[in-house]
């Protein structure tokens, strides 16, 4: 008994930090491409940030690794009844792991362009933003369908499971809930060019989750869950 009991406080140990861990690394990897995503001329001035840009993929990579983590060790406890909820939230985070990964595939691809341009590769410079910028959007579309979309399913997934289980406080859940169906909202006002992804709306609506998510990964590492 002493053994699972034990087993059952890693667990949600490992929970927890690795919820910490992706919100750490999702913010500073996405700071990290700044001279790709908010500079204007990046195809020219791009390169002299390699280490930056670099070191923002490598932050992402950290954050799948961190995802992952977290759907593997939540599997067993959403699977308790054979409702097949783990099933759900470690696929549809997978997901959010695929279009991450996208993402900070592109992000590089626009670094090596700036590369090449550097040495003299390319020359023209028009042609080459026009390049860029396609796979700019193809971050930005990655960013909205998996770190915003993906991400209200797999809060709702796990928050409706726990609630049903009564394996958290109600209210948690409820916030949870909640959090996830204004990340959801908010993911198809961005799709839908409503508003803008980096914007005060957009911030609002986020907060809600950036807040849970916390608190939820503080619960786990201090109380753990209800059995």
């Known amino acids: 008994m002493n053994r699972i009991i034990w087993q059952r406080k890693i667990d949600t140990l490992w929970i927890g930090i690795c919820f910490i861990s992706a919100a750490i690394f999702s913010i500073i990897g996405l700071k990290m491409y700044d001279p790709i995503l908010s500079e204007t001329n990046y195809i020219k001035t791009a390169h002299l940030h390699k280490g ?21 060790f ?12 783990g099933v759900a939230y470690i696929s549809f985070r997978a997901f ?6 996208i993402g900070l595939i592109a992000v590089l691809t626009v670094l090596s362009i700036s590369v090449a341009y550097s040495h003299g590769v390319f020359q023209s410079v028009d042609t080459l933003q026009v ?10 579309w990655c960013f909205i369908i998996g770190p915003n979309f ?16 009564k394996m958290l406080p109600k209210y948690l859940n409820i ?4 959090a996830a169906l204004l990340m959801m909202f908010a993911a198809l006002l961005e799709m839908s060019g409503v508003i803008e992804q980096i914007s ?18 503080v619960w786990l590492i201090v109380k753990g869950f209800r059995f």
Not at 150 to 165: Q, R, S
Not at 175 to 178: A, N, S, T
Request: hydrophobic letters at 60%; aromatic letters at 18%; proline letters at 2%.
């Open 52 to 72: 930056q840009i670099v070191f923002g993929a490598i932050c992402e990579l950290i954050l799948v690794v961190s995802m992952l983590g977290s759907a593997i």
């Open 96 to 101: 959010e792991c695929v279009f991450v990964t």
């Open 150 to 165: 993906m991400l209200a399913i797999n809060t709702f997934i796990y928050n409706y499971a726990f609630l049903k289980d």
């Open 131 to 140: 390049i860029g910028y396609s796979f700019k959007a193809i971050h930005k």
């Open 200 to 217: 005060i709306w957009g911030i609002l609506l986020a907060l809600p989750i950036a807040l849970f998510e916390m608190t939820f990964a």
């Open 175 to 178: 916030w949870g809930i909640f």
């Open 74 to 85: 939540m599997f067993p406890y959403l699977n308790r009844n054979k409702s097949n909820m």
